[in-house]
């Protein structure tokens, strides 16, 4: 039985890592939240991306999305 990650799967682990935000004041969370929900979009574009192209986006836009906040402050 294979697992298939659906857009929506990302979409709630990102407003998950969001509303974790609210327990753990790090701002750290937060983007990788808003990663997750930009991945959900992306797979929602294009549903044919594999799992692994999906967690190297995710991890690079993380990525750019703390540094660009610590960038920014």
């Known amino acids: 039985m294979n697992f298939i990650f ?3 799967h990302w979409f709630v682990l990102g407003i998950l890592l ?3 935000e609210l327990i753990i004041p790090a701002f ?7 990663a997750a929900v ?3 979009i992306l797979l929602w574009l294009i549903p044919g ?3 692994t ?3 190297i986006c ?16």
Do not use: D, H, N, Y
């Not at 750290?28 to 808003?34: D, E, I, P, R």
């Not at 995710?58 to 402050?73: D, E, P, Q, R, V």
């Open 6 to 8: 659906e857009p929506w």
């Open 18 to 20: 969001i509303l974790s």
């Open 38 to 40: 930009v991945v959900s």
């Open 53 to 55: 192209v999906q967690i």
């Open 58 to 73: 995710w991890i690079i836009l993380s990525i750019g999305c703390t540094l660009a906040w610590f960038k920014w402050i």
């Open 28 to 34: 750290a969370a937060l983007w990788f939240g808003v």
């Open 49 to 51: 991306m594999s799992f």
